[in-house]
């Protein structure tokens, strides 16, 4: 079979569990998961070569969902799992999937050293700007005028700039999608994981029971209005500049990636233990 | 987002019953999307309407698929494009549910959904130059006028929901 009559076999449906979601309705990562699917397809891997590793929150429910293999992990750990697996199965596509809490507080530093380490990942931060999971909490992009009773007055802090620290910290692609636009995000996925190194892909993610005033981002997000650049300067200052809702890749970098040789996972712990001995 | 733009391009009727079959089937996924979250979040009476929206779909692609005869819509359809923007035009906006939701906002979404497709046959009959492709997005574009004009008789059976519709006396959450 050639690649594109793999492609032409591969259907979105074929990356869906039968497990439904029980997100709350209106919820974006409905579509989220339905870019995915559609990615998946579009990329011709079958479901067996690709591994969904997630931590805890609403989005890391996503490996679940599809037909994948998949590790719903610890708070905050998803990246140093994913990290893990790349590293002895690179044969593997491994897509990493987060939330803004899970992805930018309890994960932040393995957030940075992800970046830093580029190692061929796709991370997607489903960001929402708050912690649904757990009732409406801020998380680290919530505005600082987020005024609630879990949050009197605001939390007064100014919030985090994912895709600025990507950068900073060395991700090798970095897009940020609206969930409202799954082709356009599943398209950029798709780039994204052909993409070698650390891609980050940011995901507008409304909440739409803790934020429904983010209902309002399918009116607020527009198209990037210059193409991608490899300029990590140029692309500091256009995401430094911009509104927070350009939809689009932003930044293509040419580093190398990070694959050190682990000899291979043969699976014989005896191999392993030889290692430690030298 | 479901607005409907970036459509796939129209060289062919086969190019042409491929998309209006999958604009049905799209939208029989879709409805059943939001049955299952309705079930999911205990609005029976919301799953029976989007079950049937579903089946009401189902029955159109079905026949848009023997309308086709020798044409092999879902293999011909495999190898076009999806919308590079927005969605699908029937495929309801899952941004818009709400797990109170009631019948008059589902058909709400159905009459979104069956206006953005008459305006995607209509836009198709109105610059085809091929006489086939233009007959039959003609004929398509008759059928979606219909399917409007039957969601429109449908509301009037159900009242317009009261501006509380959305409140819940055991809320998700308490943030007062």
């Given at each position: 079979?050639?690649?594109?009559?793999?492609?032409?076999?591969?259907?979105?449906?074929d990356y869906k569990s039968d497990i439904k979601p029980i997100w709350c309705p209106g919820c974006g990562d409905y579509h989220v998961l339905m870019a995915f699917t559609r990615a998946f397809a579009e990329l011709g891997v079958p479901p067996e070569q690709i591994a969904v590793i997630s931590g805890i929150g609403c989005s890391s429910r996503i490996p679940a969902y599809t037909s994948c293999y998949g590790f719903h992990g610890v708070h905050g750990r998803s990246l140093a799992l994913a990290a893990g697996l790349k590293v002895t199965r690179p044969d593997l596509t491994v897509v990493v999937a987060s939330g803004d809490g899970d992805g930018y507080s309890i994960g932040g530093n393995h957030f940075l050293h992800a970046c830093r380490r580029n190692i061929d990942l796709t991370y997607v931060v489903m960001d929402n700007r708050i912690y649904g999971m757990t009732k409406g909490q801020p998380s680290p992009t919530t505005e600082p005028e987020f005024d609630t009773a879990l949050s009197p007055g605001g939390t007064g802090l100014r919030p985090f700039h994912p895709l600025v620290i990507a950068l900073a910290s060395g991700a090798n692609f970095i897009a940020r999608c609206f969930s409202g636009e799954p082709n356009q995000t599943a398209a950029i996925l798709v780039e994204a994981i052909h993409h070698p190194g650390f891609s980050f892909v940011e995901i507008l993610s409304p909440c739409v029971t803790f934020r429904p005033d983010e209902r309002d981002w399918k009116n607020?997000?527009?198209?990037?209005?210059?193409a991608a650049t490899n300029d990590p300067a140029r692309a500091a200052r256009r995401i430094m500049t911009d509104d927070g809702f350009n939809i689009g890749i932003l930044y293509r970098g040419d580093r190398k990636p990070?694959?050190?040789?682990?000899?291979?996972?043969?699976?014989?712990?005896?191999?392993?233990?030889?290692?430690?001995?030298r | 987002m479901s607005s409907s733009t970036g459509a796939p391009r129209i060289f062919s009727l086969a190019d042409l019953f491929a998309v209006a079959y999958r604009i049905e089937a799209d939208a029989v996924e879709r409805y059943n999307m939001l049955a299952d979250q309705m079930e999911t979040h205990n609005n029976p009476e919301l799953v029976q309407v989007f079950r049937d929206l579903s089946r009401a779909e189902g029955i159109h692609a079905e026949e848009i698929r023997r309308m086709a005869g020798d044409i092999d819509v879902i293999a011909h359809g495999q190898g076009m494009a999806r919308w590079s923007r927005g969605e699908s035009p029937e495929e309801a906006d899952l941004a818009s549910a709400h797990y109170l939701m009631t019948p008059w906002h589902a058909l709400q979404l159905a009459l979104a959904g069956e206006k953005r497709a008459l305006a995607f046959f209509t836009s198709i009959a109105e610059t085809?130059?091929?006489p086939k492709i233009k007959k039959m997005a003609e004929e398509f574009m008759e059928e979606e006028a219909e399917h409007v004009n039957l969601v429109h008789r449908l509301l009037r059976k159900y009242p317009v929901p009261s501006k509380s519709w959305a409140q819940d006396s055991d809320p998700p959450v308490s943030q007062e």
């Open positions: 079979m050639s690649s594109a009559e793999v492609r032409l076999a591969c259907k979105p449906a607020l997000v527009h198209p990037a209005p210059v990070y694959q050190p040789d682990v000899g291979g996972a043969s699976g014989d712990l005896s191999e392993l233990e030889k290692d430690f001995e | 085809a130059k091929e």
